[in-house]
T-cell receptor, first 118, second 114 residues
Framework: AQKVTQAQTEISVVEKEDVTLDCVYETRDTTYYLFWYKQPPSGELVFLIRRNSFDEQNEISGRYSWNFQKSTSSFNFTITASQVVDSAVYFCALSAYNISGSARQLTFGSGTQLTVLP | ETGVTQTPRHLVMGMTNKKSLKCEQHLGHNAMYWYKQSAKKPLELMFVYNFKEQTENNSVPSRFSPECPNSSHLFLHLHTLQPEDSALYLC?????????????FGQGTRLTVV
C-alpha cells in the first residue's frame, strides 16, 4: 500500500529564515512519481514540482529546492529566505499504481501548515 | 484563474437537505476527481472519472452521488448528510491517468452540515 507521511503538522518561521518541510513515503513500486503542492488560503492546490523515482538529482527553482533520497524514502522541500507570501499548507504526494496494477493512485500526505511571520 | 471552477464556494445544509456541488474545467482534460479534505488529514480521494466513465469509488457512502455528463463537468449530489461530512470538497482534473500527470485543482466548496 502507498503511504505519505508529513510529520510536521505546523511550522512557524520568521521572514527570511530558511525552512525545510519533510516528506517520507512508502511504496513497493520501483516506478513512481513524487509531487509537492501548495494550498494558499484561497483553497486550490497549486502544483510545484514532480520528480520520478529514477531521477535523484536535487532541483532548485528560485528560493525553492527539493532533496530526493531513495535510500531514506524522503522528498524534502526547502524554502530559502522565506517570505510572508509563502504561508500556506504544503502537500507531498506519491503517484504509483494501485495494488492490482490497474490504475494510477495519487496518495497525499496530511499537509504541513507553514506560517511565515513578518 | 486555475482552469478548474467550483461552485458554490461555501454551502451550509441541513441533514435532510439535497444539494449539488458543481465542477467545471476548461483545460481539455479527460480525467476528473472529487477529493474530501478534512482538517489535519490527508486528502481523501472519493471518485475518479476517466472519459466520463467512473473508474474509482473509494468506499464512499451512497449519500454522495457523483455525475459526469461530459468531460468538462462533474457534479457531486448530496443528500441526508451527517455533520462529520463537513469538510472542504475539492475537484481536480488531469490530462490523463498517467503516473507523471499532475492534477489541477479548483478552489473547493466549504461544506458545513448542521
Amino acid at each position: 500500500a502507498q503511504k505519505v507521511t508529513q510529520a510536521q503538522t505546523e511550522i512557524s518561521v520568521v521572514e527570511k529564515e530558511d525552512v525545510t518541510l519533510d516528506c517520507v513515503y512508502e511504496t513497493r513500486d520501483t516506478t513512481y512519481y513524487l509531487f509537492w503542492y501548495k494550498q494558499p488560503p484561497s483553497g486550490e492546490l497549486v502544483f510545484l514540482i514532480r520528480r520520478n523515482s529514477f531521477d535523484e538529482q536535487n532541483e532548485i527553482s528560485g528560493r525553492y529546492s527539493w532533496n530526493f533520497q531513495k535510500s531514506t524514502s524522503s522528498f524534502n522541500f526547502t524554502i530559502t529566505a522565506s517570505q510572508v507570501v509563502d504561508s500556506a499548507v504544503y502537500f507531498c504526494a506519491l503517484s504509483a499504481y494501485n495494488i492490482s496494477g490497474s490504475a494510477r493512485q495519487l496518495t497525499f500526505g496530511s499537509g504541513t501548515q507553514l506560517t511565515v511571520l513578518p | 484563474e486555475t482552469g478548474v471552477t467550483q461552485t458554490p464556494r461555501h454551502l451550509v445544509m441541513g441533514m435532510t437537505n439535497k444539494k449539488s456541488l458543481k465542477c467545471e474545467q476548461h483545460l481539455g482534460h479527460n480525467a476528473m476527481y472529487w477529493y474530501k479534505q478534512s482538517a489535519k488529514k490527508p486528502l481523501e480521494l472519493m471518485f475518479v472519472y476517466n472519459f466520463k466513465e467512473q473508474t474509482e469509488n473509494n468506499s464512499v457512502p451512497s449519500r454522495f452521488s457523483p455525475e459526469c455528463p461530459n468531460s468538462s463537468h462533474l457534479f457531486l449530489h448530496l443528500h441526508t448528510l451527517q455533520p462529520e461530512d463537513s469538510a472542504l470538497y475539492l475537484c481536480a482534473s488531469s490530462q490523463d491517468r498517467g503516473l507523471d500527470t499532475e492534477a489541477f485543482f479548483g478552489q473547493g466548496t466549504r461544506l458545513t452540515v448542521v
